[in-house]
């Protein structure tokens, strides 16, 4: 069975499941080696970052394991946990979107959350979004994973953008972020040394809020989601040239998770 062209409407998804059954068909038994990303990506008709989140998600199934510098690997039946690409949510869970197609929605959205909060803000809540930053330093600086302190400076600024519907939807982004997609994504891209470059955007975005300069405001978000996203884009072999951006969590499944 030859791999098809795919659209693009929950594309990651659409890949996994071309993927998954070809290997239930046995087109790759379990022990062998999928064919490289690129080559995936150029029959499937699609990019690099799009396969690798399909990759991604069988792993989190069970179905593969990634060896970061060596490839990817089917399992045998035993290992797969018999979940979809998402386990047990539905079909309209926030765990459901693909983490680079979440990004791209950010870039747009929460720039404009930004700009609006450069117009809106008050003190207290200029207080909360350095509380955030602060928050986030500490973690960084105990070599802790910033999350917590990440997650509360976005919220700050979109608690002050004076819309409820854009604070509810920024809250839904990071309701995605828990999902164990993005989870074991984040363990293979992030480390110090992106973690200490969003830090470095987040005080641009803070220092522009502060300004009150909504325009400033909306290019320091937006550069900042840009250069997130190209980060979660980058190469396995980057992705590994750090130890600490390799997934721990999960060492007694398929692979580790930080």
């Known amino acids: 069975m030859p791999l098809q062209a795919v659209e693009s409407q929950r594309l990651y998804r659409q ?6 059954a070809l290997i239930g068909q046995g087109e790759w038994a379990p022990g062998s080696r999928l064919p490289a990303e690129r080559d995936l990506a150029r ?3 699609v ?3 799009s396969v690798r989140e399909a990759l991604i998600a069988l792993e989190v199934e069970g179905r593969v394991e990634v060896r970061v ?4 690997y089917v399992l045998p039946p035993a290992a797969s946990n018999g979940k979809g690409t998402n386990g047990a949510h539905g079909p309209d869970d926030h765990a459901e979107w693909g983490p680079l197609e979440l990004m791209h929605a950010r870039e747009l959205v929460e720039a404009e959350v930004a700009a609006l ?9 200029l207080a909360a979004m350095s ?4 928050q986030m330093q500490a973690q960084a600086d105990a070599g802790e994973v910033p999350r917590d302190g990440d997650q509360a400076f976005h919220e700050a600024i979109a608690g002050a953008c004076g819309n409820e519907v854009l604070r509810d939807t920024v809250r839904g982004y990071w309701q995605a972020r828990h999902g164990p997609l993005f989870a074991r994504m984040s363990g293979y891209f992030e480390n110090p040394a ?3 470059a969003a830090l470095t955007e987040h005080r641009q975005v803070l220092d522009a809020i502060r300004a009150r300069d909504p325009e400033a405001a909306r290019e320091a978000m937006q550069g900042h989601l840009r250069k997130a996203t190209r980060r979660y884009s980058a190469s396995w072999r980057r992705a590994s040239a750090t130890p600490d951006a390799r997934p721990t969590e999960t060492e007694t499944t398929t692979r580790r998770q930080r």
């Open 15 to 20: 890949i996994a499941e071309q993927l998954r």
């Open 43 to 45: 029959q499937l008709g």
């Open 47 to 49: 990019s690099r970052p």
């Open 69 to 72: 510098g060596s490839g990817i």
């Open 117 to 125: 909060a450069a117009r809106h803000a008050r003190k207290p809540q």
């Open 131 to 134: 509380q955030a930053l602060a």
């Open 194 to 196: 992106s973690w200490a």
